[in-house]
């Protein structure tokens, strides 16, 4: 049973850079896409981007200015880093495991995901 | 870039079919996911490919997808249905969430 775990700091001064990770358990990174996604309290789901089996990555338009994914098989796990934050960026951020797009378009969207993790910023 | 758009808020009396819908151009033409939030928990996919339920999801729900508008459907609505709910689709190599539609079981 494959399990997602978010860390990383909860508090992050404006201007800085957030950094987490999803340390996934009982299954490879290596296999499927895994996507980062954010709700600010009280709003809506955000997806912020996501990287692939073989490390490719797509990323929100709106986010993509600032952010950089990656990813490390030897630790079975991925990383988001999302620089010169704001305030704007205070939410929970989640990570899921996400599916391929085929060429026929099918598309199975986010079937596990992490707990996730506040994340604030504030001098 | 891609839209899509849910109503805020539905009522439902439990024991009643709920339904929620999701509008986009051309939705029908691409594959809908829905995920069901409760407070304070992590969304859970109910809904995916427009019409089927992973596994340990109730029957009771069931999903369509056709012209612009995508449908979550919860028949025989129970308490425990009472969430927030998104709709997803993927919309050049980005993906999109609605905005959601808060569930109440009155």
């Known amino acids: 049973q494959v399990q997602l775990q978010e860390s990383g700091p909860g508090l992050v001064k404006p201007s800085e850079t957030l950094s987490l990770t999803c340390t996934v358990s009982?299954?490879?990174?290596?296999?499927?896409?895994w996507s980062w996604i954010r709700q600010p309290a009280g709003k809506g789901l955000e997806w912020i981007g996501r990287?692939?089996?073989?490390?490719?990555?797509n990323y929100n338009p709106s986010l993509k200015s600032r952010v950089t994914m990656s990813r490390d098989t030897s630790k079975n796990h991925f990383s988001l880093n999302l620089k010169s934050v704001t305030a704007a960026d205070t939410a929970v951020y989640y990570c899921a495991r996400d599916s391929p797009v085929t060429t026929e378009g099918h598309y199975d969207g986010m079937d596990v995901w992490g707990q996730g993790t506040t994340v604030t910023v504030s001098s | 870039s891609y839209e899509l758009t849910q109503p805020p808020s539905v009522s439902v009396s439990p024991g009643q079919t709920a339904t929620i819908t999701c509008s986009g151009d051309t939705l029908g033409d691409k594959y809908a996911s829905w995920y069901q939030q409760k407070p304070g928990q992590s969304p859970v996919l109910v809904i995916y490919q427009d019409v089927r339920r992973p596994s340990g999801i109730p029957e009771r729900f069931s999903g369509s997808n056709s012209g612009n508008t995508a449908t979550l459907a919860i028949s025989g609505t129970q308490a425990m249905d009472e969430a927030a709910y998104y709709c997803?689709?993927?919309?050049?190599?980005?993906?999109?969430f609605g905005g959601g539609t808060k569930l109440t079981v009155l």
């Open positions: 990287i692939s089996a073989g490390g490719s990555t």
């Open positions: 009982g299954g490879s990174i290596s296999s499927f896409y």
């Open positions: 997803q689709a993927w919309d050049s190599s980005t993906v999109v």
